[in-house]
Every structure is written in C-alpha cells, then in structure tokens.
C-alpha cells in the first residue's frame, strides 16, 4: 500500500492550507485514517483521525477549531483542511491507515504511513 501526501507548502501565520493524501489501495476504505506531525528534534504526535465512514473525528487539543479532516473513500483520499496556522505548526505531516475502522490518537494502531508533505508557517 502506497500514501501519497500532497498540498504542504510555506504559508504566513494566519493562513491557510489543505493537505490531500491518495491511496493505492482501494480497500483502505475501511480503515480509519489519521494525520500526524513532526517537528525537527520533536517525536511524531497526532494531529487528527477520522473513522471509516467519515462521520466521527478527534483532534489533538492543539488543533481543534483549525483543523478539519474529511475523507473522500470513492477517491481514496482523506484531507486536512488547516486554517488559521500558526508558527507552532511547522513539521513535516504524515498520513497514515489505522488498523481498524475507526480513527485513533494513538500511532501504534496505525499500520501504513506515507512520506510526509512539509508545513511552513512563517510568522
């Protein structure tokens, strides 16, 4: 299974972006899917998950009100609408299929990851 990240790019503090991530794999369908970051020197932490159907989401406090992730299962795709970035953040955002149908905070219970899309935010 192959994720394709795409979408990152630098932006100014206050703006927004939309990371879009393709799978190879049809069957990831019923999988939830999740977001996560890292920073430079910092550990990969959960940004947001969706579950299989798209109907429920979590977001890392960090996030909330910014961040909006949606999937798309007839295109193979889920999204990370970000509004509102701020400086805090820049890192590198990866995608990532769950082991399960729905989403989860927690990155052992994902099994495929993909190459990341670099985020800048300049202040």
């Known amino acids: 299974v192959q994720l394709q990240a795409s979408g990152g790019g630098l932006v100014q503090a206050g703006g927004s972006l939309r990371l879009s991530c393709v799978s190879s794999k049809r069957t990831n369908s019923n999988n939830g899917m999740g977001w996560f970051r890292q920073a430079p020197g910092k550990e990969r932490e959960f940004v947001a998950a969706?579950?299989?159907?798209?109907?429920?989401?979590i977001y890392a406090d960090s996030v909330k009100g910014r961040f909006t992730i949606s999937r798309d299962n007839a295109k193979n795709s889920v999204y990370l609408q970000m509004n509102s970035l701020k400086p805090e953040d820049s890192a590198l955002y990866y995608c990532?299929?769950?082991?399960?149908?729905?989403?989860?905070?927690?990155?052992?219970?994902?099994?495929?990851w993909g190459q990341g899309t670099q985020v800048t935010v300049s202040s």
């Open positions: 969706v579950d299989w159907r798209g109907g429920n989401t």
């Open positions: 990532a299929v769950a082991l399960r149908a729905s989403g989860s905070a927690n990155r052992d219970q994902y099994r495929y």
